[in-house]
């Protein structure tokens, strides 16, 4: 087993502090014996990033607040225009996404299933304990963290193509945009569950966007299981804080920092009170008047 000294990434103060903390708790396993790493998983620059993402979190506030400023000013700028189509770029964009979502997943789904159930694994060590992290994971983990703003070109096509634009979709995007800058920078090992759950939906919910935007056509039941699964999705997440949270009150030992037990409870809570609610008009409203019809 090979160990990077992460405190030697950073000077600063406070990514120092948390480096030096994962480091000596959870050296990086280079060497996995449940997965076999490529060559270019094992880059060690990877930790540096992730570390200035800790001491630098406030750019992910800049980042949202640009796209905040850009959605609803390409909204007024498009407000007399004829809405672009795109269709083609939309479909190159589904597809680009959907097929990074997949491969993050496969190449980061094993760490999480070791955690759990590998020797002396469990729910609870998966949840507070970083073991077993792999340089795999921490790589694919920082592309997903920074994938969250190369998804906010979701919402340029909506705009462009002057599409509805509802509040749950731009707090989702700004929101977890913060969250996941924050939560990989600072070496949260709910990270795992996070993102290898919002990996998975998202594999499946852009391929079912690029065939609708190849004018296949879906069966609804599709795009409603996909919509109960972002909501189990919510639930795992309020579980999960939840978790964490009564284990650290109690005096026990969680590697999580408080503010993202928050944040989280907070996140997961919105998104599953929004998902409800858009479920609850887009699928059972829907039914109930086509009954009444």
């Known amino acids: ?76 700028l498009m407000r007399n225009r004829e809405p672009f189509k795109l269709r083609r770029l939309l479909t190159i964009w589904n597809i680009f996404l959907a097929v990074f979502s997949a491969i993050a997943f496969l190449r980061s789904i094993p760490e999480l299933l070791v955690s759990i159930l590998g020797p002396n694994g469990s729910l609870h060590k998966s949840v507070c304990f970083l073991e077993n992290h792999n340089p795999a994971t921490s790589l694919w983990g920082l592309l997903f963290a920074l994938s969250k703003i190369v998804e906010f070109g979701d919402t340029v096509f909506i705009v462009l193509r002057k599409q509805p634009l509802i509040f749950l979709h731009w707090y989702h995007h700004v929101t977890v945009c913060m969250f996941c800058w924050f939560a990989h920078g600072s070496h949260d090992p709910t990270s795992r569950w996070f993102a290898d759950m919002n990996l998975f939906v998202h ?91």
């Open 203 to 293: 594999s499946l919910m852009y391929t079912y966007y690029a065939l609708r935007s190849l004018q296949i056509k879906l069966p609804q039941t599709l795009a409603l299981s996909i919509t109960c699964l972002q909501i189990t999705q919510m639930l795992v997440g309020i579980v999960i804080s939840f978790h964490s949270y009564s284990v650290i009150v109690s005096g026990e030992e969680c590697h999580r920092p408080l503010s993202n037990i928050y944040a989280s409870l907070g996140m997961y809570a919105t998104y599953f009170l929004l998902f409800a609610n858009f479920f609850y008009k887009a699928y059972m409203t829907k039914s109930k008047k086509r009954k009444t019809a």
């Open 1 to 76: 087993m090979a160990r990077v000294n992460l405190t030697n990434a950073s000077s600063s103060g406070s990514g120092n502090r948390f480096s030096s903390v994962f480091n000596s708790k959870y050296p990086m396993n280079y060497n996995p014996d449940y997965m076999t790493l490529f060559e270019f998983e094992k880059y060690e620059g990877h930790e540096s990033v992730r570390i200035w993402m800790y001491d630098h979190w406030q750019w992910s506030v800049y980042a949202s607040g640009i796209y905040v400023g850009l959605v609803f000013g390409g909204q007024w």
